[in-house]
């Protein structure tokens, strides 16, 4: 759901302690280590909306952080609704307490290179990050800005001093617009100076993904590139599931997004026995695993709703790798990801998650309309290789080798008494540490930069050249 936007008048917003760079010698910071975050929180919250370009998101809609942390035990996750299922599984498995933090409290999508500033400038990353020993932020990356932009800062005093955990879910760039030139470099010089333990500096950033294509995309976008570890959504939801009637349980169930209105008047079209249900009301996954089938229109490279479908062993039908391109390239829907996924060439399919081999056995594929009606007119079971039954199974060993990751990768970050369920992380099976590592390549040509004015001349110049002629026929979006 997109954040809603609160402007508040640049001649009539209170000033609560956040001193902006055009108000420092009217506005002192009153953000101390021993506010009350809640407190902090709403300082900027009714502040940064000084700047320009600068929508706030609405009040707080989580349950109030305690005050002070427990350096011990609490570590802060700055989410959206949509990964803190995920995280509180993750950490119940690890027995570790994660403290959730909404970052539409800071700023909307795309936070901008000034709202950051002004947000480290009031004070609020200090007071985080010597809240916590880890700060994990968690969907598009940008709502990280303020956190990785403390630590280019020339006063350390002003540097996030808690590790970071970026968890990559909805792109790495999202709705970043006017600078983003900027916010490239931002990536790049955070990754050469603190996202590798071989730099000058300890390292203090760690990248990881619950899909392939957010590794690829910033490499080929911004010539970072970081270890990454691919870690999947665990696919748990706390959505109750609904009853559904006899007659309803013989039809697909299909859910049509806004940017698949093309392809939704399609299906209508072609009067197949399915149950239309629109917006979030659809009784979640447990609720779809009781229909005969569930329609899936990819309208992301990856959505929490696909994992959680592969839980509860819902019969998916997903256009094929070759239908899926054409829906794409005549506009019958409007993939936003499409002008990523051509930087990875032929081997775009790899980067979504839909077509990707981990899942791709669990899926169902339709290679025309008529391929569809003919699956779904005809009685014989759809689901020929029992996906309801080994789904399930396939997902959750798939889910310990994810919980694993995670535990080795707090290990490495220095916490050695992380748990699995109860037991040390090398007595509990769930994969091979190998399994969760990725290493992105630039693209073919380029080499890595040397430093800061190498790296600017490749950005502006043979990266540049790399993307026009990928995504030279690529459609608008």
């Not at 020339?154 to 760039?173: F, G, L, M």
Request: aromatic share 10%; charged share 20%.
């Amino acid at each position: 759901m997109r954040r809603r936007a609160l402007r508040v008048h640049r001649s009539t917003a209170p000033c609560f302690g956040l001193c902006l760079r055009r108000h420092r010698t009217t506005c002192a910071s009153s953000i101390t280590t021993d506010m009350p975050v809640s407190a902090a929180v709403q300082s900027v919250h009714q502040n940064v909306s000084h700047l320009e370009h600068s929508p706030i998101g609405p009040p707080p809609f989580y349950p109030p952080l305690r005050h002070g942390f427990s350096r011990s035990s609490d570590w802060i996750h700055l989410n959206t609704l949509g990964t803190l299922a995920n995280m509180r599984a993750v950490a119940a498995r690890l027995g570790v307490t994660v403290n959730p933090l909404d970052p539409a409290r800071l700023a909307d999508y795309g936070i901008q290179e000034g709202q950051a500033d002004a947000i480290i400038d009031a004070g609020f990353i200090k007071l985080i990050c010597d809240s916590a020993d880890v700060v994990i932020v968690s969907d598009t990356v940008p709502d990280a800005r303020p956190f990785l932009q403390s630590l280019l800062r020339k006063d350390p005093a002003q540097h996030c001093s808690a590790k970071i955990i970026i968890e990559a879910t909805n792109r790495i760039d999202y709705d970043i617009k006017k600078d983003i030139g900027h916010y490239h470099s931002l990536l790049w010089n955070v990754t050469n100076l603190y996202s590798s333990s071989s730099t000058k500096h300890s390292q203090r950033v760690f990248w990881t993904a619950n899909n392939p294509l957010e590794p690829m995309d910033m490499a080929r976008e911004s010539l970072a590139a970081p270890e990454w570890w691919l870690l999947r959504s665990t696919g748990v939801t706390s959505v109750p599931e609904e009853p559904v009637s006899e007659t309803d349980r013989n039809l697909c169930l299909f859910k049509p997004h806004k940017t698949a209105v093309n392809a939704h008047e399609k299906i209508k079209s072609l009067n197949l026995p399915i149950k239309e249900v629109a917006g979030h009301g659809y009784g979640g996954p447990k609720t779809a695993a009781k229909y005969r089938c569930f329609i899936e229109i990819p309208y992301q490279v990856s959505v929490m709703k696909l994992y959680e479908n592969l839980l509860e062993g819902v019969v998916m039908l997903v256009p094929s790798q070759r239908f899926f391109r054409e829906l794409v390239e005549n506009r019958t829907i409007v993939f936003m990801y499409w002008h990523k996924l051509l930087l990875a060439g032929d081997d775009w399919a790899s980067y979504m998650d839909y077509y990707h081999p981990d899942l791709a056995p669990y899926l169902y594929y339709f290679d025309s309309w008529e391929h569809l009606q003919t699956l779904l007119s005809s009685p014989a079971d759809i689901d020929t290789r029992n996906v309801r039954t080994a789904a399930p199974r396939a997902y959750r060993a798939l889910v310990d080798t994810t919980v694993q990751g995670w535990a080795r990768l707090f290990r490495e970050m220095g916490f050695a008494n992380v748990t699995v369920d109860g037991a040390a992380v090398e007595a509990v099976g769930g994969g091979s540490v190998d399994d969760v590592r990725l290493q992105p390549t630039l693209p073919p040509g380029i080499r890595v930069p040397r430093g800061y004015l190498e790296w600017k001349e490749t950005y502006r110049g043979p990266l540049e050249v790399f993307k026009k002629t990928a995504r030279k026929d690529a459609p608008p979006f």
